[in-house]
């Protein structure tokens, strides 16, 4: 199998499992026990905590841990919504965000909320002067991605930050990811809140996190318990969240020899697409784009077709996100960079991990290459193409 779909979720690192195994048979004590023995998961959940802030020079007590991404994004939006509503009741986000930020805002709206939803421009980048329009008196959340899931694009971050600051806005990112992809500074970046999930970066999945800068006013969004100091209830996730912070520890320490690597290889396949696949273009940009991202669209194909025939071929790759790679509607994101509907439904994401080899990247290649060719060979769009063209 050559597995190229990392962007859906990775596999859990061998030292990631190593790490968590003792917590489910031997250490397995409730951490909120006043004994020794569940002291022993306490300090499993500090050390974890640590890890994480260091990775984003946060502080400690400013990471609490979810069920992953989309409860992140959940919380963020909807505590920071009740939290401020006397404020205001306006929110900004973008087009292009995950559905765990768009459908919240859909939510959101039902609940007399407005939201300000911001194009992008056609390689996925908002416009900052456009951001700066969008503000107004009651705006209390500006919400936008670090990194676009399906095209790769890195948004300007630290700008925006900027530009929430100057106008006392909070500024909540998803960085789901680009967290352990690339570096994050949140105090540089003036980011005010952050979304991230483990099954991105070779964790576990089931659990992530959400920083939260000291002082911002949030409820709780799961009642019933005092765990997380009293914001997020539940018994914590022991095995996860040791195995949440063995994987930022082992993303960090291999952050820059791994994006250099996979940059290499993301920019190969990209010029070998594009150089012997006729009619295909790039979605999302060659540069400030995440280092294992590529995303394409064939014209006069179904992008499902492409997935099935290279299925057969046990290659894995995707459509778009894998929240909705089960829709046959084209991707939001796709038709937000402008993209017309039938190039859209012709797209294929193929995402690279920390194993990927060339060897597999030109196997992949020569296999687009065949299953494209045949399907439009039975494509009555490309027999009309060709004829018109000559």
Request: charged share 15%; hydrophobic share 40%; glycine share 8%.
């Given at each position: 199998m050559i597995y190229l779909d990392n962007a859906a979720t990775t596999k859990t690192d061998e030292k990631v499992v190593q790490e968590m195994l003792p917590y489910f048979s031997e250490n397995y004590?409730?951490?909120?026990?006043?004994?020794?023995?569940?002291?022993?998961?306490?300090?499993?959940?500090?050390?974890a905590r640590e890890t994480i802030a260091e990775a984003l020079c946060a502080q400690p007590e400013e990471i609490y841990f979810t069920a992953g991404g989309s409860e992140s994004d959940n919380w963020a939006l909807k505590a920071v919504a009740e939290a401020y509503r006397e404020k205001g009741k306006h929110i900004i986000t973008t087009k292009i965000e995950h559905h765990a930020i768009l459908h919240t805002c859909a939510y959101l709206e039902k609940e007399g909320y407005q939201v300000t939803y911001l194009d992008v421009d056609e390689r996925g980048f908002i416009d900052l002067g456009e951001l700066q329009k969008a503000i107004r008196p009651d705006t209390v959340l500006i919400s936008i991605m670090f990194a676009n899931n399906e095209i790769g694009t890195i948004e300007p971050v630290e700008k925006i930050g900027e530009i929430a600051k100057e106008n006392e806005i909070f500024f909540h990112t998803d960085a789901v990811q680009a967290f352990g992809q690339i570096p994050i500074d949140v105090e540089k970046m003036h980011i005010d809140m952050l979304s991230a999930s483990g099954h991105k970066l070779n964790g576990p999945k089931g659990v992530g996190f959400l920083y939260i800068r000291k002082g911002i006013k949030m409820g709780s969004f799961i009642h019933g318990g005092a765990q997380e100091r009293k914001r997020r209830a539940g018994t914590e996730n022991i095995p996860g969240i040791v195995g949440l912070g063995k994987a930022v520890e082992l993303a960090v320490t291999s952050m820059e020899e791994r994006a250099k690597r996979e940059s290499e290889l993301r920019d190969y396949l990209i010029g070998r697409v594009l150089k012997e696949v006729p009619y295909s273009r790039l979605n999302g940009p060659r540069e400030n784009r995440?280092?294992?991202?590529?995303?394409?669209?064939?014209?006069?194909?179904?992008?499902?077709?492409?997935?099935?025939?290279?299925?057969?071929k046990g290659i894995c790759g995707s459509s778009g996100s894998a929240c909705t790679s089960g829709s046959l509607n084209p991707s939001h994101v796709l038709l937000a960079i402008g993209l017309p509907h039938e190039i859209a439904h012709g797209s294929l994401r193929l995402t690279l991990g920390k194993d990927t080899t060339k060897e597999e990247i030109d196997t992949t290649i020569e296999a687009i290459k065949e299953i494209v060719e045949r399907l439009r060979d039975m494509s009555p769009l490309y027999e009309d193409f060709k004829k018109k063209s000559s």
């Open positions: 004590g409730n951490a909120s026990s006043v004994y020794e023995f569940g002291s022993k998961s306490k300090l499993a959940i500090n050390k995440l280092p294992n991202n590529t995303n394409f669209c064939f014209q006069f194909i179904e992008g499902e077709s492409l997935l099935i025939m290279l299925d057969m």
